[in-house]
């Protein structure tokens, strides 16, 4: 933690102690007084900028971590990584390095071998991908940077059930809702009744993502000294997590994957309630989820970031905030108790839209991710300007799997 984020973390814990202690005034009268009123809207208002800063700090060192030392020239085609005894992973992470860099051609000789065994052959049997242009499997390290950034973009994949499947072949998925069945009271020398559990079935396909195309300079590959394999990844995540996200928050399910949205509809705001969301509304939305799951441990609401800023301004019957800020980093803010998972794929307030959920997503949302993305090098296609090409591919698919798990806020129609 930089000694900035650690001063913000803590004048942000101070700016809400401070609130806490105005509301606990109005409690002991009743009513804040006027001073009391305009003392406290200045805090809220210093609680958003440091929040925001917090954000902006903590996505900040996030990108150092991912981007690597500023001039540090290390990697994994690095002359130091270059020793006798490496794996043949490392072998491999060394020769991608080197080939988003320099092409084929810089890939070492002794490398080109186990390189090569990495080629995807499906993409070559199905379309141009070749050696030429340049279609390899990425390496794990790679991947998991496009891993990460695509939770930082769309929480929800932070929050769901994903499997990985090593191949794209459409999956049968089994399931399951038995929370309307219990058991019961035996009585002596009495015959036990059965009571079978109810299996359903869905599939699980594999939709193509991909980042589009993102065009580097040959004097950004040759020269740079930053990890260009990270910054690729990086790009290459925050393209892909931005159109994953939209489809698990409201896919459709039909040509996509199904989204979040698909599940049912726990509570509907009052007429007017069309861009709003009112105290009474969450707590019913909260009880429309079976007590098994709100126990479990693993509730929590999803939203977009502007239904979060509508909920930051509701109070209880006492005043107080029903929004509880993280105060230190890495911990996320709650409402009612529990966390909160902001994902701007969540619909907006509007009429009719779907636009908070509350549940247990890892229960309720199963997304099947394909193993081993691809990265395609485009060398000779933007050559007269001196740029190299590179796009990444995704495959995945998602399916709501228990759908007692969650339920949804609907905003009023009018």
Known sequence: MTARLRKLLEERANVWSGMTEIMARAKDHDALSAEDRSAYDAAEVRLDELTSEIEREERHIENERRLG?????????????????????????????????????GVLPEDRAIFQAGFDAELRAQSSGTAATGGYTVPQGFWNKVTETMKAYGGLLAVANVITTDTGNTLPWPTMDDTANIGAILAENTQISGQDIAFGQNSLGAFTYTSKLILASLQFLQDTAIDAEGFIGRQVGIRIGRAVAAHLASGTGTGQPQGVTNFTTGKTGLAGQTTSIILDDLIDLEHSVDPAYRQSGNCRWAMADGSVKVIRKLKDTQGRPLWEPSLQRGAASTLNGYEVVVDNGMPAMAANAKSVAFGDFGSGLVVRQVTGGQLLRLTERYADYLQVGFFGFLRLDARIDDAAAVRLYANSAT
Do not use: C, H
């Open 69 to 105: 030392d500023l001039g540090s020239g290390a990697g994994p085609d690095a002359p130091e990584s270059r020793g006798g005894d490496i794996t043949d992973e490392q072998r491999y992470e060394r020769a991608f390095s080197a080939w988003m860099r320099r092409g084929n051609e």
